[in-house]
């Protein structure tokens, strides 16, 4: 079975759908919010020259997707896929951002539910690289029931390597949310 690493993927809550390179400014619109970047191990990442490189990275990942209120079909972030390892069957999903008006909602939870659903028939393991000093999102990926396992240092795509927490869910412990 070949793993379709940029499907669309949609429930009642979101859309998700594969960037294209003409997205750039729709999504920089959300991106340039300084606060979105606060905890992330790159918090320069609002200012449209880093998020340029962040974008050419999304771009040639080919698995990296704008996510969409489904109720008022608004673009509210981006996610990926990356690390696929078909030999270890497993697959790392991050990158991931939300409007601020979206945060500590049903948003991500919907986002990622999509992204473990699809990747899960292909893989038995996720994997997360979280900032060390990004707790929104360790407590956002600790509620989908990942497990922190180590700590690292690495570059995301054209940046200066940072320390990142390791978390990872295996499909055998996926308990998807109601």
């Known amino acids: 079975m070949n ?40 918090p320069d990442r609002y200012q449209k020259p880093i998020f340029e490189t962040f974008f050419k990275g999304a771009i040639d990942s ?42 500590g909602t049903k948003y991500n939870q919907a986002a990622k539910t999509l992204l473990f659903n699809h990747a899960f028939q292909y893989v038995e393991k996720l994997i997360f690289h979280i900032g060390e000093y990004n707790i929104r999102s360790q407590k956002a990926i600790a509620k989908l029931g990942a497990t922190q396992i180590g700590k690292i240092e690495m570059a995301y795509y ?3 390597p940072k320390y990142n927490f390791v978390y990872e869910i295996h499909k055998v412990d996926w308990v998807k949310p109601l």
């Open 62 to 103: 080919k698995a990296a997707f704008l996510i969409y209120d489904n109720q008022t079909h608004q673009l509210i972030g981006c996610t990926r896929y990356y690390e696929w390892d078909e030999k270890a069957k497993s697959i790392a999903i991050g990158y991931t951002f939300l409007a601020k008006s979206h945060w």
């Open 158 to 160: 054209g940046e200066t």
């Open 3 to 42: 793993f379709e690493l940029q499907p669309t993927l949609e429930d009642a809550i979101v859309r998700l759908e594969p960037l294209q390179a003409n997205d750039f400014e729709k999504l920089y619109a959300i991106a340039c919010d300084p606060m979105i970047w606060e905890q992330h191990p790159n």
